[in-house]
Nanobody, 115 residues
Framework: QVQLVESGGGLVQPGGSLRLSCAAS????????MGWYRQAPGKQRELVAA???????NYAESVKGRFTISRDNAKTTVYLQMNSLKPEDTAVYYC?????????WGKGTLVTVSS
């Protein structure tokens, strides 16, 4: 059974940094895209960043230049380095694995940006 476990969330001051990790277990057939979504209170879930097997990346306009997504295929792990955090980045961040015929989701990790 595929399971995604996020870690690294927490409380950080504006301008600070956090690194989120998502470790996948179980069998996931290639190719697949790994990514991060977030959902803030009262808002819809949105794509933050995604990375393909080949390393191509896609970012939400609001995080470009501040966040960096990366993956370790050998470890089946995806990371999200978040720098220059803003209060509006506060949300529950969800790990996602996407295949043509199947999507998998983590349970989420809370990121709170506040002074």
């Amino acid at each position: 059974q595929v399971q995604l476990v996020e870690s690294g969330g927490g409380l950080v001051q504006p301008g600070g940094s956090l690194r989120l990790s998502c470790a996948a277990s179980g069998i996931i057939f290639n190719p697949y895209t790994m990514g991060w979504y977030r959902q803030a209170p009262g808002k819809q879930r949105e794509l933050v960043a995604a990375v393909t097997d080949g390393g191509s990346t896609n970012y939400a306009e609001s995080v470009k230049g501040r966040f960096t997504i990366s993956r370790d295929n050998a470890k089946t792990t995806v990371y999200l380095q978040m720098n220059s955090l803003k209060p509006e980045d506060t949300a529950v961040y969800y790990c996602n694995v996407h295949r043509v015929v199947q999507d998998y989701w983590g349970k989420g990790t809370l990121v709170t940006v506040s002074s």
